[in-house]
């Protein structure tokens, strides 16, 4: 297969969330025909609600900055992405290339085709569990030291915990996807944190609830582990700049590469799995700081001229916005908001519509997206801004001012704002 054929096929398998599989037999099945390619470098495993892309962003960036001087390969598995599939696995920063992807992606449909065929596998794997695979091949045949695996939905059953991390890190963890993971916040908790096994050699968690807190020490118990816990980590400010005071270190940081005052307790995660990683692979201070201080996560509070995207698709994302937009945004914004179904819009409605001037409610193109007669039935009693209803991303990009007197704050659903960056491009 080419690139085209290659993402062509890895689309027909399904929308990635709605078509999804949860369960480990397939993939690792998969991975022992390819030779389980994750048993080769160490693996960090990020679960959580909101925070596991900024973390990875963090640990990426520290990672890169090692690199530099000894000369260190850091792989990087994310979901979703936003323009190019290529995005969702990267090597010291960069993004494979299309011709690296279709090589690979080539290999595992034809293993997958094979297995099959054998009776071996009872159907094909989805597209989460063979990009999953694609990403630990590619790792494995690049020699890479350490590799950073975002879980894609929960934990438990997650296609990247068949990779077996040595490390887990856990960030806030909130209602979301109610219909595969449980329907209260304690079972939520427990399908995330059951990345931590017996064999895991290193656990790090953000600050959290207290039901949360306890369903994960529920979790640590039955595994036998300890864990760091961000909270423990002493922050303060200094000018403009924060210090992170752990067990072993201060840090000093001019200013976090990542905007929102949440990205503190996503730095303070990352943060203690550089520290476990420095003893492993030898950082030193200045990589650490350096990192937090220049990683980049496109798509989260991310500004490109007067345009704003954030990809705040649940209530605690939507609360860090709200609060950013409260205390940095002074001009008239202008909203475009698209949603996929299952998403509690009422609430985020509630939330940030009302700081929109101009509200423009839009369809990002897939399979699970509301439409914006479905979004306007949640606009909130009194909104006194403009409302415009749109069929289409590119017909809300006509409705936008290119004025650098307001915002153009693009949000609710990362497709959506995947769709806008794809339009720039074009």
């Known amino acids: 297969m080419n690139f085209d054929q290659a993402q062509a096929y890895l689309y027909s398998l399904g929308n990635e969330v709605s078509a999804m599989k949860l369960g480990l037999e397939s993939v690792r099945r998969l991975l022992r025909e390819l030779g389980d390619p994750q048993d080769s470098f160490l693996k960090v495993q990020v679960a959580g609600t909101n925070g596991k892309g900024s973390v990875c962003a963090f640990l990426e960036s520290i990672c890169c900055e090692a690199a530099v001087r000894t000369g260190l390969k850091v792989g990087v598995f994310t979901s979703p992405h936003l323009v190019s599939i290529t995005e969702r696995v990267r090597i010291n920063g960069s993004n494979i290339s299309e011709s690296e992807f279709a090589r690979v992606a080539t290999l595992v449909r034809q293993t997958v085709e094979r297995l099959v065929d054998s009776g071996e596998l009872e159907s094909t794997p989805t597209f989460f569990e063979q990009t999953t695979s694609i990403a630990l091949v590619q790792f494995a045949t690049q020699k890479i030291d350490i590799a950073i695996l975002e879980?894609?939905?929960?934990?438990?059953?997650?296609?990247?915990?068949?990779?077996?991390?040595?490390?887990?890190?856990?960030?806030?963890?909130?209602?979301?996807?109610?219909?595969?993971?449980?329907?209260?916040?304690?079972?939520?908790?427990?399908?995330?944190?059951?990345?931590?096994?017996?064999?895991?050699?290193?656990?790090?968690?953000?600050?959290?609830t207290s039901a949360v807190t306890q369903a994960l020490l529920d979790r640590l118990k039955v595994a036998g582990k300890e864990a760091m816990f961000g909270d423990f980590l002493a922050v303060r400010s200094e000018g403009e700049g924060l210090v992170f005071k752990t067990g072993l270190n201060e840090y000093e940081i001019s200013r976090l590469g990542l905007l929102g005052r949440h990205q503190v307790e996503n730095a303070k995660v990352a943060l203690l799995v550089a520290e476990e990683l420095s003893r492993r692979f030898n950082f030193v201070l200045r990589d650490i700081t350096a990192g937090l201080e220049k990683a980049k996560h496109p798509g989260r509070l991310e500004r490109e001229g007067n345009f704003l995207f954030d990809g705040a698709h649940n209530i605690n994302g939507s609360v860090a916005l709200r609060e950013y937009l409260d205390e940095y945004v002074h001009k008239p914004i202008t909203m475009i908001f698209g949603a996929m179904k299952g998403k509690d819009v009422e609430r985020i409605a509630r939330l940030l519509w009302p700081k929109a001037s101009k509200l423009i409610l839009t369809r990002p193109e897939n399979s699970r997206a509301l439409t914006a007669d479905e979004l306007a039935t949640f606009v909130p009693e009194g909104f006194d801004g403009q409302l415009v209803l749109s069929d289409s991303v590119s017909a809300a990009l006509e409705e936008v001012s290119t004025s650098d007197e307001e915002i153009v704050l693009v949000t609710g659903s990362l497709y959506l704002i995947g769709e806008v960056k794809s339009l720039f491009n074009n």
């Open 151 to 208: 879980t894609g939905l929960g934990g438990r059953l997650d296609a990247t915990t068949a990779a077996g991390a040595e490390i887990a890190a856990i960030t806030r963890i909130d209602i979301d996807h109610q219909e595969y993971l449980g329907e209260t916040i304690e079972e939520i908790a427990g399908e995330k944190a059951a990345i931590i096994t017996g064999k895991t050699e290193f656990v790090a968690i953000a600050e959290q």
